[in-house]
């Protein structure tokens, strides 16, 4: 029978199918490969497990880092804020007493659980990933089925190394065409999630198709794939292809030799079939995008950036007028708004959506030689130590100090403001990250999402800007190119 | 877990769609190591609004909290579970439920029923015109009872065997060990395993 991917990969996992058939099915047993682990979401599995005298079953397929707590300066100091530093430690402690690999603060390798997996190459094609964090959608984009748990899940994991999961729909998003210049990945998902809304994916894995899904980066697959989640759907992937491989070979934990043969031989065979269905489609197109942000405070809420503050009146459903309204005020904003016209006080460069090596690099070619609005705080935190360390041997990190933005160590940092790196009540902010919902980044803070060379651009202006209206305007803009 | 089989308890209509798991709980109160003690943390930033539903009398020691589409969306974290458990809540009414929040649910003994949003609207009416009236739910039956309104919920067999079992996940996949490690021989070597650790 025709397959889509993301059935391929379940298909392949299967410990024990479910008994009984449609809507009585029970959930199968699915093997996982990797279980990535941080100090959030781990603490209450790793007690369960103890209280029930479980032991890890696989520690060879789990890994752990310290991301979401950690503060991103004088990271040689203890960390300040107590109940931040017991949980790092709780962690410490954990992986110790159940033989977990661990990267702490300070390692090299440390970072966003979601950046350091496709670094190691730990996360390959075809494999089964799953972390206690809803963004772990991210590892999709090298065609593997990867998908956020609950602490509950995570000691069930820790346990069994499976996962009881009811089959899923499958819903193809096809991105045809080519994207304008200073348009990029983050755009794409951001009218992706405006088209379907926060519920459209709710039931379903995503595969993203197309050609302007194949011209993109292996890092613009994942800023895409990582914001699944905000769709609703638990997971979306990407076939893959030699864009793939070539990201993929010589990283530490990538197969060597003839298991490199064996493994491209078997990943050659994740696609979709040409005569399967999906449950439901969805069209892109891609020559038209322009570059989005959000208004309001779901990822759900945003329009062009050319476009103006959307007035409740424009919704049709009451709960979308309502939710319209009700944002409005908490955003400060008035319907009508040029969305060019809001002026911010901070840019966030960072989070697991856009925080690699092509995002600062994107970030830096449009800043380099300007000066930064005066009155704007900007803040880049690289994804990882290993991200850092590459970017200052590229001398990115002197790009953005020139510029006046703090160049930050690695974390999750001001996407969900667990450390430090907070926004105060009221204040605004141009972010990278995925979520603008009511006072993630900080109590009463206003988020409104955007790609990383908007950020850039909107550090320079004040406004929330395209790198188009900067004058002279970014060589890397004015060249029309698919990547990144 | 405890076993579940009908509740009833006071209704608060919460009016809001796309009901994220940052208001249900802010990612400060996720610093905690623990599994429990997390009620002061429930829509701890709404709470300080003094017209927040929760605030209001009788609807403070509701256990039925029936809310707008979409709830639950955003993160993975079961702290969101956890602090509706511990402020009282043993179920949660709503026409669309986040894939993630609503496995958390079933796995810690919360009942998630999914109604339809015409239900919910004659509920939140009862509730809003007589606060303190009880909503029945009723998971044998799997109907809701609220005043005059009467409405099937929906929710998957599996997790409502389990819950009127009150069964623990893990202990039912344990029975299938075998199985596992039957699936373990079989995984090709090209397959990563994180130790021993190679670094970049």
């Known amino acids: ?484 | 877990m405890e076993k579940f089989t009908t509740h009833t308890g006071i209704g608060v209509p919460l009016r809001q769609s796309n009901v994220d798991t940052d208001q249900i709980i802010p990612a400060v109160y996720l610093k905690r190591i623990t599994r429990t003690g997390f009620e002061d943390a429930l829509f701890s930033a709404w709470r300080k609004d003094p017209a927040f539903i929760l605030n209001q009398e009788p609807f403070s020691a509701g256990s039925v909290l029936v809310a707008g589409p979409d709830f639950g969306t955003g993160s993975s974290r079961e702290h969101a579970v956890w602090a509706l458990k511990d402020y009282g809540f043993k179920a949660v009414l709503s026409s669309r439920f986040a894939d993630i929040f609503r496995g958390n649910s079933g796995k810690q003994g919360l009942l998630a029923a999914e109604l339809a949003q015409d239900d919910i609207e004659l509920i939140w009416k009862v509730l809003e015109n007589a606060p303190g009236t009880e909503v029945k739910v009723d998971l044998v039956s799997k109907t809701v009872e609220c005043g005059n309104v009467v409405a099937p919920f929906e929710i998957d067999d599996y997790t409502r065997w389990r819950l009127l079992e009150g069964l623990d996940d893990i202990g039912l996949t344990l029975q299938h060990e075998e199985d596992i490690t039957a699936y373990e021989a079989t995984r090709p070597a090209f397959k990563p395993t994180t130790l021993p650790a190679k670094l970049s």
């Open chain 1, 1 to 484: 029978m025709a397959k889509t991917l993301a059935e391929k990969v379940w298909d392949a996992h299967v410990v024990r199918k479910g008994d009984g058939e449609g809507a009585n099915a029970q959930p199968d047993l699915l093997f996982i490969d990797l279980h990535l682990v941080h100090e959030v979401t781990s603490p209450q599995a790793f007690e369960g497990l103890r209280l029930a005298g479980r032991k890890l079953r696989r520690p060879d397929l789990t890994i752990a880092t310290e991301d979401h707590n950690t503060p991103t300066l004088a990271i040689d100091k203890p960390i300040a804020d107590l109940t931040s530093r017991t949980q790092i430690e709780t962690l410490r402690n954990n992986c110790k007493e159940f033989g977990v690999r661990l990267h702490s603060l300070g390692d090299a390798e440390q970072g966003i659980v979601h950046v350091v997996g496709p670094q190691l190459g730990l996360t390959q094609p075809g494999m089964t990933v799953v972390c206690g964090d809803s963004h772990t959608s991210t590892h999709g984009a090298f065609g593997a089925l990867a998908m956020g748990i609950g602490t509950s899940e995570v000691e069930h994991v820790m346990a069994t190394q499976t996962l009881s999961l009811k089959p899923f729909k499958t819903m193809a998003i096809n991105v045809e065409g080519t994207l304008r210049p200073g348009v990029s990945a983050k755009d794409i998902i951001l009218a992706v999630i405006a088209k379907i809304g926060t519920g459209g994916g709710q039931g379903y894995v995503l595969e993203y198709r197309g050609s302007a899904i194949r011209a993109l980066s292996m890092e613009a697959r994942m800023t895409i794939c990582n914001m699944s989640i905000e769709a609703g759907a638990r997971a979306g992937l990407v076939a893959p292809d030699q864009t793939t491989y070539d990201y993929m070979h010589g990283r530490p934990h990538a197969p060597q030799g003839a298991d490199w043969d064996a493994a491209v031989e078997y990943w050659n065979t994740l696609r979709t079939d040409d005569d399967a269905t999906f449950d439901a489609e969805v069209d892109l197109d891609a020559d038209t995008l322009e570059p989005f942000v959000t208004w309001g405070t779901n990822p759900g809420q945003g329009v062009s950036l050319s476009a103006k503050v959307p007035s409740p009146a424009d919704f049709g459903d009451e709960n979308a007028k309502a939710a319209a309204e009700r944002a409005l005020q908490y955003m400060g904003l008035e319907a009508g708004t040029p969305m060019k016209d809001i002026r911010v006080d901070t840019v966030f460069l960072g989070s697991c959506t856009n925080s690699r090596m092509e995002d600062l690099r994107a970030a830096a070619d449009i800043i380099r030689g300007r000066t930064k609005d005066p009155d704007i705080r900007m803040l880049v935190v690289p994804g990882s130590a290993r991200v850092r360390l590459e970017a200052e041997a590229e001398g990115l990190d002197k790009v953005f100090t020139d510029f006046g933005a703090e160049w930050r160590f690695a974390g999750c940092s001001m996407c969900l403001g667990m450390n430090p790196d907070q926004l105060e009540v009221g204040e605004r902010c141009a972010s990278t990250s995925n979520r603008n919902f009511e006072g993630r980044q900080g109590k009463g803070g206003r988020t409104h999402l955007v790609s990383p060379v908007v950020a850039a651009a909107t550090a320079v202006r004040g406004t929330l800007s395209s790198p188009s209206d900067l004058d002279p305007v970014p060589e890397a803009v004015s060249r029309r190119t698919a990547a990144v």
